[in-house]
Structure formats: structure tokens, C-alpha cells
């Protein structure tokens, strides 16, 4: 099983792009969904995960209030808005499985995709 992530592209500071996170042969309904990236010469790091059964969402500090994680079951894919975006969110975007653990770690995540680009730059 594994996921695709999908929608990025170059965009420039305070614009908006929507991710997708897509799978085939695999319902992304009954698991918890994360958006991890990774940037140029950083570690991969956290950004937003939603719960499998009750809405639940979590967020790394750095995105508050601008991006958001939802669902669209009946297309089996997970979104992920950004908004309001920043040089500093260019990276190397993927969407993953959260399996056990802390949800702010990426050691917690299974099932990594290949990633999707976002670049932001004026």
C-alpha cells in the first residue's frame, strides 16, 4: 500500500494551494492521515494529521491558522489547504499513515508516499 501525493507547485508568498493525498486499493477512511514535509537540507517534520473516526485534527505550530486537513471520504483522498503561505513552507510535501505514538513525530507515520513539491517564492 502506499500513498501519492499530489498539487504542488510554485506558488508566491501569501498564495494558496490544495494538496491531495490519494490511494489505491487502500480507504484512507479508517486511518489517521498525516501531512509530513521536508525542506531543503532540514529534517522532515510534522505539519497536520486528522483522526480516522472523529474529526480530530492536529496541527504544528508553524501552520495554525493557515492550513487545514479534511477529508473527502467519497473521493478517498485527504486534503491538505494552505493558505497565507511563506517562503519557509517550501518543501518537499508527503502524506503518510499514522500507525502508534506521539502524532508530532514522524517516526509515528507509515506508508510514506512520494512526495509533492511546494515552492514559494516571489
Known amino acids: 500500500v502506499q500513498l501519492q501525493a499530489s498539487g504542488g507547485g510554485l506558488v508566491q508568498p501569501g498564495g494558496s494551494l490544495r494538496l491531495s493525498c490519494t490511494a489505491s486499493g487502500f480507504t484512507l477512511e479508517r486511518y489517521a492521515i498525516g501531512w509530513l514535509r521536508q525542506a531543503p537540507g532540514k529534517e522532515r517534520e510534522h505539519v497536520a494529521t486528522?483522526?480516522?473516526?472523529?474529526?480530530?485534527?492536529w496541527y504544528a505550530d508553524s501552520v495554525k491558522g493557515r492550513f487545514t486537513i479534511s477529508r473527502g471520504n467519497a473521493e478517498n483522498t485527504v486534503y491538505l489547504q494552505m493558505n497565507s503561505l511563506k517562503p519557509e513552507d517550501t518543501a518537499v510535501y508527503y502524506c503518510?499513515?499514522?500507525?502508534?505514538?506521539?502524532?508530532?513525530?514522524?517516526?509515528?507515520?507509515?506508508?510514506w508516499g512520494q512526495g509533492t513539491l511546494v515552492t514559494v517564492s516571489s
Open positions: 486528522t483522526s480516522w473516526n472523529d474529526g480530530t485534527t
Open positions: 503518510a499513515v499514522y500507525n502508534s505514538g506521539y502524532v508530532y513525530y514522524t517516526g509515528s507515520y507509515t506508508n
